[in-house]
Nanobody, 124 residues
Framework: QLQLVESGGGLVQPGGSLRLSCAAS????????LGWFRQAPGKEREGVAC????????AYAESVKGRFTISTDNVKNTIHLEMNNLKPEDTGVYYC?????????????????WGQGTQVTVSS
């Protein structure tokens, strides 16, 4: 059974950093579309980063460009989201997601499987 398990969330001060991890099982990261999404209280879920290694596609939301980096460890079958210079508006529950092979990744659609989420709180 395909599974995604996030970890690495927590409380951090503005300007700080966190590294989220998503342990994946039962599928090959290289041939998949992978994404990180977040949902703040009272707001809709939004895509923050996505990648498709086989297609050479990667994308970031404007609000996180230059601060967040999505990557994979194909040996450990893990997806990472490195978050630097965090801001209070980055607060939310972060989810990793999996979709099938595609020519490019999307920050809005194309995902079939989701993790349970990990809470990120940016506050002083």
């Amino acid at each position: 059974q395909l599974q995604l398990v996030e970890s690495g969330g927590g409380l951090v001060q503005p300007g700080g950093s966190l590294r989220l991890s998503c342990a994946a099982s039962q599928f090959n990261l290289y041939y998949s579309t992978l994404g990180w999404f977040r949902q703040a209280p009272g707001k809709e879920r939004e895509g923050v980063a996505c990648m498709n290694d086989r297609a050479g596609s990667i994308a970031y939301a404007e609000s996180v460009k230059g601060r967040f980096t999505i990557s994979t460890d194909n040996v450990k079958n893990t997806i990472h989201l490195e978050m630097n210079n965090l801001k209070p508006e980055d607060t939310g529950v972060y989810y990793c997601a999996h979709g099938g092979m595609s020519r490019s990744c999307s920050l809005t659609s194309g995902y079939d499987d989701w993790g349970q989420g990990t809470q990120v709180t940016v506050s002083s």
